[in-house]
């Protein structure tokens, strides 16, 4: 049975990571922007401390990536009318639009790469993607 070749994943990882970040400029976004954008747009309301939860990060990690948010116009504070100490987080206009633009650039870098690959590696690459992120 073959091993897994774990610092050859790893450098596979990190060359698909530059080549999402490149594509991602395009937007003015990084990869944890990116994230923290998909999730808002299908979450609608979320709260800093749930979003750090999510993303799996601390709350002050999360805290300094929405605040770079709200500055570029992205994301804004929408009050919480169950709980007057916190606030909800949710995309702006602007934010809808630049995630439009980002999904569009990553989707190239999908595309791009995965027709470099016939469907059963895609197929496998993809199970074996869902198998990591469920072991947590």
């Given at each position: ?11 596979a990882t990190q060359q698909f990571e530059k080549k999402l970040n ?115």
């Open positions: 049975m073959d091993k897994l070749q774990v610092l050859e994943l790893l450098e490149l594509a991602l400029m395009y937007s003015g976004l990084r990869i944890p922007q990116f994230r923290v954008m998909v999730f808002l747009e299908k979450s609608g309301n979320i709260t800093v401390s749930d979003l750090s939860r999510y993303m799996n990060v601390t709350r002050a990690t999360m805290s300094v990536l929405v605040n770079q948010l709200l500055s570029a116009g992205i994301v804004k504070n929408k009050a919480n009318s169950r709980d007057k100490r916190s606030f909800y987080v949710v995309l702006t206009e602007s934010g809808l639009r630049r995630l439009e633009l980002a999904k569009k650039e990553v989707k190239l870098v999908e595309d791009r790469i995965s027709t470099t690959f016939d469907t059963e590696t895609v197929a496998a690459l993809n199970k074996f993607s869902r198998a990591l992120l469920s072991k947590g």
